[in-house]
């Protein structure tokens, strides 16, 4: 068995791929969820003699975790959560080579072709990524407002028959670059209400949901994922800066 500094020098062989985005006042999230503000001058140096910022956000602002807690009277809180739970293989489907629109279904031919292509099978305890190429329209520094709106208002997403797959294979949690996750969505309305992903297929089932991910592109299609949520006190979900290693 390898000892604590093998496994260090093994990690520190592959290529870190941060796909966080950046924490910032008015950065683009669900419009449902309480915004994210930073108070800059909380403390400063020359008041204060040391700088410090204050934050004030929901649970659920930026890259974060959703837990079963956040739709599910009774489900697990982010805190019962052991702090290795999200240490663990994942498989990315590029969804972005197909082009996918506002509001489209993506099925199992597309799951297939991609596990073909990039020659992985989903296994039991994965974690799935579901790169739509959708981080493109987080533009948190837009003036206009159609455009600054449309990351939340639009997404692709996936069928009912791809998300009882996952459920069917037992993995650990489904990431996006999106603020949706696998629920089609256009002109601000889903097209599936209410979102099974949330409350059919995945919470319910003991699978947890991220959003909000960055660019995943540059990332294999397969290696380790590492988020570690903060153990939030009945917590329906956390922020978390995610990182992929291969």
């Known amino acids: ?51 410090c910022q204050v934050l004030i956000m929901g649970e659920h602002s930026g890259p974060h975790i959703d837990a079963p807690a956040h739709i599910i009277p009774g489900g697990k809180y982010i805190d019962e959560y052991a702090a290795d739970y999200f240490i663990a293989p994942y498989k990315k489907y590029a969804f972005d080579t197909f082009d996918p629109r506002a509001g489209e279904y993506l099925g199992m031919d597309k ?28 533009l948190p520094d837009e003036n206009d407002e159609a455009k600054r709106a449309y990351y939340d208002q639009n997404s692709p997403g996936l069928t009912d028959e791809v998300m009882q797959y ?19 969505k256009k002109d601000g309305k889903f097209l599936q209400m209410p979102p099974p992903d949330h409350e059919k297929y995945f919470l319910p089932n003991g ?40």
Not at 18 to 34: E, L, R, V
Not at 128 to 138: I, K, S, T
């Open 1 to 51: 068995m390898a000892n604590a500094l093998e496994v260090l020098q093994g990690l520190r062989s592959l290529k870190c791929y941060d796909i966080s985005t950046h924490f910032q006042t008015n950065m683009p999230q669900f419009s449902g969820n309480p915004p994210l503000y930073i108070v800059p001058d909380a403390r400063t140096y020359e008041k204060h003699n040391y700088y």
């Open 111 to 138: 799951i297939k072709e991609l596990e073909e292509r990039d020659g992985f099978t989903l296994e039991e305890g994965d974690i799935v990524l579901l790169q739509f190429g959708w981080h493109v329209y987080a």
């Open 166 to 184: 996952f459920v069917d294979r037992k993995v650990k949690a489904v990431g996006a670059d999106n603020t949706n996750c696998a629920i089609p």
């Open 207 to 246: 699978i947890l949901i991220m959003e909000n991910f960055g660019n995943m592109t540059p990332a294999p299609a397969t290696g380790i994922f590492v988020a570690i949520p903060l153990p939030i006190d009945k917590g329906s979900g956390c922020p978390v800066r995610p990182l992929l290693f291969a």
